[in-house]
Structures are given as structure tokens and as C-alpha cells.
């Protein structure tokens, strides 16, 4: 089983649709929660992070957490055509001192006018 | 805001040869990563640092070594290059040891080409 898991997409949506990515991960004792947008020939770009359960909202981004099931998604409310992008799940698990980040492989996002 | 800067954007280089790369960081971070990213397989850990001259294996090490003598420097240097390290290596920073909130900032990246 893959540390952290994202659906690999595309996940395609329309201009002013919200877009919902997922993301699961297995250490249980993972303490932080990250996701970066990277747009394609880009580096990955920190968008929100979050380490209490519950919703975290900034913008149109919403995180939100909910370790018991071991789950974080995205929520992008009135996605536009920018928003177009591969988006990162990312885990500081318990193991390795809080040091690394595991990665998921991303979910590429298409919204289409 | 945290900047991290890598030598080169795009790199050509030839088999056999010895490679270079750079990466900078302004934030007096601890922590420092070199990542490959390849169509696919996503983000691959080769080497981290958490201090001056202290590396730890990530990954995928096999065929890089690293070197960092200054806190904000980090160097990745492929031996001798070979067109499977033909990639996307990206320099990443993040506060380090003590804090659990240790997002990781990353530099723009450099595109590598071995001929």
C-alpha cells in the first residue's frame, strides 16, 4: 500500500463547478497535511496546509481532515480555467522526526470554460 | 518569503560526465531535499540534509551524492551522468528539526537532458 494515495485523474470540471480531490494515507500517527499545485514544467507551490481535524478555509481553497478515517481533500469552489493544474497531496508521518514530506502522485485538474 | 534558487534551469549535458547542481535558500532553513520528478512516478526523495555536512539516503541515491558545507547551500552532483537521470530535479527547504509544521518550500527546478 502506497503511503499516501490520490486518484491520478483528470478530474474535469466546468468554470464555476466545485472541484473535490482526495487524498488517503496510511501512517496514522501523521501529525501534518500539505497540498501544493503544480502547474506543468513548474515546481510544486504550497496552496494550504492543515493539522487539525475539521475544515480549513482560505479563499476558494477549503482543506479539510478527518484522521480518524485517515483522509484530507481540496475543495476548489468557482474553479476557473487557472486552476488547471496537477494537484499534491503531502504527509509529515510520525515516522522520520518530522523531517520529510511524503507525496502523493497528484490529481491533474481540468476545468474547461 | 522563502526563496529557494537553483543554478540552472535547463541543462544539457553529456554521458560520462560530471554534473552539478546547485541550490540556494535565503531562510536559514535546516532542512534541505533533492527530488527527481519524472511523468508517472511523481516526487522521488534522492538525498536530504538536516544540517551542515549531515545527509541521509533517500529514495532513490543510487548513482548521486550530495554536499552541503553551508547551511543555505545544498549540491547535488551526479558522478557520472547517464541518460536514465535524464529528469526534473527539484531543491527543496523547509524549518526543520523540532517543528512539525515543516512545509517544504521548493526552488523552480532544472530541467536535465543527458545526450
Known amino acids: 500500500q502506497k503511503e499516501v494515495e490520490q486518484n491520478s485523474g483528470p478530474l474535469s470540471v466546468p468554470e464555476g463547478a466545485i472541484a473535490s480531490l482526495n487524498c488517503t494515507y496510511s501512517d496514522r500517527g501523521s501529525q501534518s497535511f500539505f497540498w501544493y499545485r503544480q502547474y506543468s514544467g513548474k515546481s510544486p507551490e504550497l496552496i494550504m496546509f492543515i493539522y487539525s481535524n475539521g475544515d480549513k478555509e482560505d479563499g476558494r481553497f477549503t482543506a479539510q481532515l478527518n484522521k480518524a478515517s485517515q483522509y484530507v481533500s481540496l475543495l476548489i469552489r468557482d474553479s476557473q480555467p487557472s486552476d488547471s493544474a496537477t494537484y499534491l497531496c503531502?504527509?509529515?508521518?510520525?515516522?522520520?522526526?518530522?523531517?520529510?514530506?511524503?507525496f502523493g502522485a497528484g490529481t491533474r485538474l481540468a476545468v474547461h470554460p | 518569503d522563502v526563496k529557494v534558487t537553483q543554478s540552472s534551469r535547463y541543462l544539457v549535458k553529456r554521458t560520462g560526465e560530471k554534473v552539478f547542481l546547485e541550490c540556494v535558500q535565503d531562510?536559514?532553513?535546516?532542512?534541505m531535499f533533492w527530488y527527481r520528478q519524472d511523468p508517472g512516478l511523481g516526487l522521488r526523495l534522492i538525498y536530504f540534509?538536516?544540517?551542515?555536512?549531515?545527509?541521509e539516503k533517500g529514495d532513490i541515491p543510487e548513482g548521486y551524492s550530495v554536499s552541503r558545507e553551508k547551511k543555505e547551500r545544498f549540491s547535488l552532483i551526479l558522478e557520472s551522468a547517464s541518460t536514465n537521470q535524464t529528469s526534473m530535479y527539484l531543491c527543496?527547504?523547509?524549518?526543520?528539526?523540532?517543528?512539525?509544521?515543516?512545509?517544504?518550500?521548493f526552488g523552480p527546478g532544472t530541467r536535465l537532458t543527458v545526450l
Open positions: 527543496a527547504s523547509s524549518l526543520g528539526q523540532g517543528s512539525t509544521y515543516n512545509e517544504q518550500f
Open positions: 503531502a504527509v509529515i508521518p510520525f515516522s522520520g522526526g518530522y523531517n520529510k514530506l511524503i
Open positions: 540534509s538536516y544540517d551542515v555536512k549531515m545527509k
Open positions: 531562510m536559514d532553513h535546516e532542512n
